[in-house]
């Protein structure tokens, strides 16, 4: 059987989902969008990719994010995102805002990591190739590196707007005194700084804490989280022990030692708040990142359709009464 053309599902606008402004800019973001970090890799099934892809566009999910060296093996989510792209989406180019991003290592030798202009260059050419593009929407500096001067870093984004591989720039992980120069540095030579990726979840409130978000607001450039789920933690995943299929099982990103019998009591504690509010835990955890408009849009990782569809339910409650968020900041003291 031959599989059919792909035609998105002509409602993929009215289907439930939201679209926020990021930071001063003319773009907008679905509030969830979906990262490629796992699952897309070439040691996963194409056919199922591609179902996860087709999926998340049919419900109005515009922005897939991606980097280098996403997989695994490093590149082949650019890989297999090209595919998509060549097969399925190359109609609807202009509808997609697509992202990526290079910083850690990609390749041997002293060229294929940190914050080079040589390796920023390198490595989105590379993954243009490897995605069948012309341009990205968005290309991040990935990590903020302590040992390349700024000024080179950011040069180079600006450089790479302007010869057209880009329409924006942004940076992910970087330290808010680094992030507030990159801010003045790029707005100096108008490209502003559309987004600042960063890990927020319940369980990791360091951007809050260390005023990253506020200080991106207050720049004009909006916040994208990352790891909204503390990588199945804050899930039913883990809520009766720790099943034998489950990432912390495998042990490769998410170690046992990180469910401790004090974070199982607060992923328990924080279950009970979902539950009286008609959500699962992930639906809530996803929806506290979204409660306000510091955050323009969560990354999602999925390894199916079904699961997909459930973390887009958070969407249809993210107001939070004044009293449940003191019983949510009380389960995190």
């Not at 060296?69 to 180019?93: D, V």
């Not at 593009?133 to 000024?151: G, I, K, M, Q, W």
């Not at 890990?199 to 916040?223: C, H, M, V, W």
């Not at 990103?253 to 279950?271: C, G, H, Q, W």
Request: with cysteine; glycine share 8%; charged share 20%.
């Amino acid at each position: 059987m031959i599989n059919p053309i792909y035609s998105p599902a002509a409602n993929r606008y009215e289907s439930g989902m939201k679209y926020r402004r990021c930071g001063k800019s003319g773009v907008l973001l679905p509030e969830i969008s979906l990262g490629l970090w796992h699952n897309f890799g070439d040691v996963n099934t194409l056919a199922n990719a591609q179902a996860m892809a087709h999926y998340a566009f049919d419900c109005g999910i515009t922005h897939f994010d991606l980097a280098n060296n996403y997989g695994p093996s490093y590149g082949s989510a650019e890989e297999t995102f090209g595919m998509i792209m060549k097969k399925s989406f190359q109609p609807y180019r202009d509808e997609l805002f697509i992202s990526t991003k290079a910083g850690y290592d990609m390749w041997p030798g002293p060229y294929g990591n940190w914050g080079s202009r040589k390796y920023l260059m390198s490595s989105l050419d590379q993954s243009l190739k490897r995605m069948n593009l012309d341009y990205v929407d968005l290309f991040y500096s990935h990590r903020y590196d302590p040992n390349t001067p700024l000024e080179e870093t950011l040069q180079a984004l600006v450089d790479i707007v302007r010869r057209g591989k880009a329409l924006y720039v942004g940076i992910s992980r970087w330290p808010k005194e680094a992030a507030a120069f990159a801010y003045q540095y790029l707005a100096e030579r108008d490209v502003h700084c559309l987004l600042y990726q960063g890990k927020y979840n319940l369980f990791a409130l360091e951007p809050e804490r260390d005023g990253i978000l506020q200080q991106a607001k207050d720049s004009g450039t909006g916040f994208i989280s990352f790891s909204p789920l503390a990588q199945g933690l804050l899930t039913n995943r883990y809520l009766n022990g720790i099943p034998e299929d489950s990432r912390m099982a495998q042990g490769k990103f998410l170690k046992k030692e990180a469910l401790t019998e004090d974070v199982l009591a607060r992923i328990r504690a924080l279950n009970d708040v979902a539950a009286q509010r008609g959500q699962t835990l992930a639906e809530m955890a996803l929806a506290w990142v979204l409660k306000d408009d510091l955050v323009t849009s969560v990354i999602i990782g999925a390894s199916s359709v079904a699961q997909l569809a459930d973390n887009l339910k958070a969407t249809e409650n993210t107001k939070f009464t004044a009293e449940e968020l003191e019983r949510i900041n009380g389960i995190l003291q």
